[in-house]
């Protein structure tokens, strides 16, 4: 058995026209560690699991000799022992839209905690969900959202990745009104029960209005942060931890999660204050959610004034820019990269 071809992930129509493209041999295909199919010198498939996925990932295929192939064949294929899943995992998600306008970005933040929700309900507990994506012309000239959605996830599914990738493409095509295609990648976890899954994200609803993205951010971003899955690197560190007996400082692992929920509503809180003053404006809302490089605040306001659009744009960003300051000075980890500004008539 020869390792000859090696892919992060790969569709089944792609996987056809490699499977053409071959020398005539005979191939043992693995999927995320799992043997998935044999293929003959002719291109002839035979699947050794019940059901295929549409994307294929962590793909390896070896080079076997005749029998090789013929053990193959006639044994049935191992089923993975399933990982062992906590009992309850704590929900956490970043987003990155700078190429949408801001309209569509909001509406898709809006559906996240009906995404996870719904997922939950079909057999898939999300513990967190990197969301991006854009806006492209299809062939009819009609715009297409294209989402990739980073995930990692406990499931009882077979499929998982196919569920998720239809229960996010139906709520974001009526969320947003456009034709949604969402490309899913990442670690899903089999078990026989699913944790349960806390999810302290803000849910709020996009009424429309007048929006107005604004950087909070001065100068130079400076290089871009390493990307981390915080979740697996908590649970990984906490199990090192008890396996030394230090329980203490696993626990305080623990505690820091809760404690970053409180700082997002004692943030927010003080944005809310800082805003509250503004004259010509009636504060309807504010909210908080992860980016890919720190927060971003939703401000929807009910102008009262006769104040431009422009003039209410800086008065807020000196006041969020402000409360920035503030923050700092309370000790709140929170930095804000941009805000989206929601003016009502």
Do not use: C, W
């Not at 193959?72 to 956490?92: A, D, I, K, Q, R």
């Not at 999810?199 to 950087?215: A, H, K, L, M, Q």
């Amino acid at each position: 058995m020869r390792k000859v071809l090696e892919l992060p992930e790969i569709t089944l129509e792609e996987l056809d026209s490699r499977i053409k493209g071959l020398p005539s041999k005979l191939y043992l295909l693995k999927a995320d560690g799992t043997r998935i199919m044999l293929i003959d010198g002719v291109g002839k498939r035979f699947p050794l699991v019940n059901t295929l996925p549409r994307v294929l990932s962590k793909v390896e295929l070896y080079e076997l000799d005749k029998f090789e192939f013929l053990d193959l064949l006639n044994s049935p294929s191992p089923e993975p022992v399933p990982p062992s899943s906590p009992n309850s995992v704590t929900f956490s998600y970043s987003t990155g839209f700078s190429d949408l306008p801001p309209s569509a970005a909001l509406k898709i933040e809006s559906t996240v905690q009906r995404i996870v929700k719904r997922a939950y309900s079909r057999g898939i507990a999300i513990e967190s969900l990197e969301l991006s994506g854009s806006l492209r012309q299809g062939v009819t000239g009609r715009d297409i959202l294209r989402i990739t959605a980073k995930v990692s996830a406990y499931t009882v599914l077979e499929s998982p990745g196919d569920e998720l990738r239809r229960i996010a493409s139906e709520i974001l095509s009526r969320e947003t009104g456009f034709e949604t295609r969402v490309l899913v990648r990442g670690e899903f976890k089999r078990v026989t029960k699913l944790p349960s899954v806390k999810v302290d994200v803000s849910g709020f609803t996009f009424r429309g209005g007048e929006i107005v993205e604004i950087s909070l951010r001065g100068g130079s971003q400076g290089s871009e942060r390493l990307k981390v899955n915080r979740s697996a690197l908590e649970m990984e560190v906490e199990r090192m931890l008890k396996e030394a007996g230090i329980d203490k400082i696993a626990e305080n692992i623990k505690s820091t999660k809760s404690s970053e929920g409180i700082s997002l509503r004692k943030a927010a809180s003080v944005i809310r204050d800082s805003l509250r003053s503004l004259k010509g404006l009636a504060l309807l809302d504010v909210g908080l959610m992860p980016g890919l490089n720190g927060h971003k605040v939703v401000v929807r306001v009910k102008k009262e004034g006769k104040d431009s659009t422009s003039a209410i744009t800086s008065m807020v960003s000196e006041a969020l820019k402000s409360s920035q300051g503030r923050l700092r000075a309370l000790g709140l980890p929170i930095e804000l990269e941009k805000a989206y500004l929601i003016i009502e008539e």
